[in-house]
């Protein structure tokens, strides 16, 4: 059975582009694959956080993992910072990296760009990231056209690594959906939907009510023609509108098409909005029942100890191919 491997941020709650772009396929996955589904706190600090809010994001995130269907008996979920391996491999990715290539990650440029102070972080987490992957002989890695770039510079440090050292690094795959793995912000679609966009309404988060959800779907962008059509060029809005609705609903895009080809935009954003609403009610009645649980952290301290096992055999094979420690 191959293995794959997936890590969340947890700055602030997910959104509805998070559930549809990677959670909703994880829980599909886990049926082929032996996954491990981490929270990555560690990347999280590249970028000032509260303490308290941080710790309370790692716990909301934790329960939203279950509470879409990740089940822990088939998967191995767990917190990035109680598996020691993570950081100490990453300094030793970092080791194998040049400072060009890492400055080249378009993240980097964003995040970094007109500030004065940026944190070293921030540059170096690439090399972190690929030590989440390498430690668990990942053979595929899901993820958004986003983090595309990032997936091929950790495929560029295994070779590296087993090229120079000794061949122990698996070579993971890139693996992203062909559809809705790029959910597009209400009020700007030409733009990702992101948790950290300042503005409320061009996101759907994970946690909203009906009523914020009916509200946000009501007011998203669309245009002027009143057409429900799929054309991402020419009408982003709608098309965007579109995808949600199919991937909640299961109905094709063009079965949409046909059945509010007369409706114009009002009925199709109502209809929409009940799609969402019925994907996430469930998913927020189990995320309440497990949040402040005692069976939540059970999970999360049997996936520690399963990801450690794991993780700390990797780590001594890299630690004796680049003659770290003594050899015993």
Same mark, same amino acid.
């Given at each position: ?113 007109? %500030?004065?102070?940026?944190? #070293?972080? @921030? =540059? $170096?987490?690439?090399? !972190? ?104 060029? %020419?009408?982003?809005?709608? #098309?965007? @509108? =579109? $995808?949600?609705?199919? !991937? ?81």
């Amino acid at each position: 059975m191959k293995t794959i491997f997936s890590g969340i941020q947890p700055s602030g709650t997910l959104t509805l582009g998070n559930y549809l772009g990677a959670m909703k396929n994880f829980v599909e996955l886990q049926e082929d694959y032996n996954c491990f589904f981490c929270i990555v706190d560690q990347h999280a600090i590249t970028v000032p956080q509260d303490r308290l809010e941080l710790r309370k994001n790692i716990r909301s995130l934790s329960a939203l993992y279950l509470a879409v269907g990740i089940n822990p008996e088939k998967s191995t979920l767990f917190i990035q910072s109680e598996v020691p391996a993570h950081a100490q491999l990453g300094w030793m990715m970092q080791c194998v990296s040049y400072i060009g290539e890492l400055e080249r990650m378009t993240q980097f440029k964003d995040k970094s760009d007109g %500030k004065e102070a940026v944190s #070293s972080a @921030l =540059l $170096t987490y690439p090399p !972190l990231m690929a030590a989440d992957i390498l430690l668990y002989n990942t053979d595929v890695v899901p993820v958004g056209e986003d983090q595309k770039q990032h997936l091929e510079l950790t495929r560029n440090l295994a070779e590296r690594f087993n090229n120079k050292f000794n061949n122990i690094f698996t070579i993971p795959e890139v693996k992203i959906a062909k559809v809705g793995a790029r959910i597009m912000s209400l009020t700007d679609p030409t733009k990702k939907m992101s948790k950290s966009n300042p503005n409320p309404k061009s996101y759907i988060s994970m946690l909203d009510d009906e009523k914020q959800i009916t509200k946000k779907i009501k007011s998203a962008v669309t245009d002027s023609d009143n057409e429900v059509k799929y054309d991402q060029e %020419k009408k982003p809005g709608v #098309s965007n @509108l =579109l $995808t949600i609705y199919s !991937l909640c609903s299961g109905k094709t895009i063009k079965e949409i098409e046909e059945e509010h080809k007369n409706n114009g935009y009002g009925p199709f954003k109502e209809a929409v909005a009940e799609s969402v609403v019925s994907v996430l009610k469930p998913i927020q009645t189990k995320y309440d029942e497990l949040l402040n649980s005692t069976e939540l952290d059970d999970h999360l301290d049997r996936g520690a100890e399963r990801a450690n096992k794991s993780a700390f055999k990797m780590l001594k094979k890299a630690e004796k191919a680049m003659g770290l420690g003594r050899n015993r």
